[in-house]
């Protein structure tokens, strides 16, 4: 083996190889991370055009499970009850009635769904049992709506049955307010059957008279069976008395019911007044029998006692 000889210059190194160009691959391929070579300052960009940090490529998310029952529905508010506030005072809630059993919130709503202005849907359930009492409520977004729905759907058929919708306002009629001033007159009604409920016994009378406001079947506190009567409340004392002539011994279930006036009920104040007044009354006859009998006493004292008395010392 030769050695060079000392103070000869070695050969120039060979240039570095560009991977790229001889089919070999860069180091970051095989898992290594490349370096980064120093940059001078002419190979810097300008700061507003400075890249961003190199960041590694993030995990792509997975796709979320599809729905198989596709996308739930949105129920938003008709565009003609877009923007528009509803009134307080405005009455914009329906009355439903001759509702079967099985009709619940859920089967009315439904009824309604093509109208899309439906907030809200309740039907009226007896406390002690949960059965429907086969009337409800149907609230919309405004008035204007609850008269489109009253419009349409009033007398049409209701989906899956052969019974037609009997729609209503909910508290008073067109252009009321909710407040109810008038005066009621309440219609005695007795005889009624072990099953006839409030529902019942109003719509029996609300079929015939407008102006009928609510019944009440009275019941037993403790057992809450029906204590075989109750009550009727008319806005009108004409339609009342023509209840009386024209209803009394209808049948209503399976007995006829038995009509008569019903004692409307004093105000406390009026109640305290003629009591104060009784007692009055009552001390006044006292007092003149307390003097009658003081006078009698002393009328009886004076002739049988007194008088003699007198007679005698006169006559010593």
Not at 90 to 115: K, P, T, V
């Amino acid at each position: 083996m030769m050695q060079q000889p000392t103070g000869v210059i070695p050969p120039p190194m060979a240039p570095p190889v560009d991977p790229a160009q001889h089919g070999v691959a860069p180091p970051h391929a095989y898992g290594q991370p490349p370096v980064a070579a120093p940059q001078q300052p002419w190979m810097m960009p300008p700061p507003h055009l400075q890249p961003p940090p190199y960041q590694a490529a993030a995990a792509v998310p997975a796709a979320p499970p599809q729905q198989m029952w596709g996308p739930t529905p949105q129920y938003s508010v008709a565009p003609a009850a877009q923007g528009a506030v509803a009134n307080s005072d405005e009455i914009r809630s329906l009355w439903i009635g001759d509702l079967q059993y099985w009709m619940d919130e859920n089967y009315i709503y439904s009824c309604f769904l093509a109208s899309g202005e439906v907030q809200s849907v309740k039907v009226i359930r007896n406390k002690l049992t949960n059965q429907s009492e086969c009337y409800g409520f149907i609230e919309f977004a405004n008035r204007a709506a609850a008269e489109r729905a009253l419009a349409t759907y009033n007398g049409t058929l209701m989906p899956q049955t052969e019974q037609a919708f009997r729609l209503n306002w909910a508290t008073l009629g067109s252009g009321q307010k909710r407040q109810d001033d008038s005066p009621d007159h309440t219609l005695f009604v007795g005889d009624l059957a072990a099953d006839v409920t409030d529902i019942m016994l109003q719509e029996a009378f609300r079929a015939h008279y407008s102006s009928v406001k609510g019944a009440k079947v009275i019941t037993d506190h403790s057992t809450g069976r029906s204590k075989g009567y109750g009550f009727v409340r008319f806005g009108d004392e004409n339609e009342l008395n023509r209840a009386m002539t024209e209803l009394n011994g209808a049948i209503l279930s399976t007995r006829p019911m038995r009509l008569g006036p019903a004692a409307n009920k004093k105000p406390a104040v009026v109640q305290q007044k003629g009591t104060l007044a009784l007692l009055i009354l009552l001390y006044v006859n006292l007092s003149g029998l307390v003097v009658d009998f003081l006078m009698l006493v002393f009328s009886y004292a004076f002739l049988y006692v007194f008088k003699p008395a007198i007679s005698l010392i006169w006559y010593l």
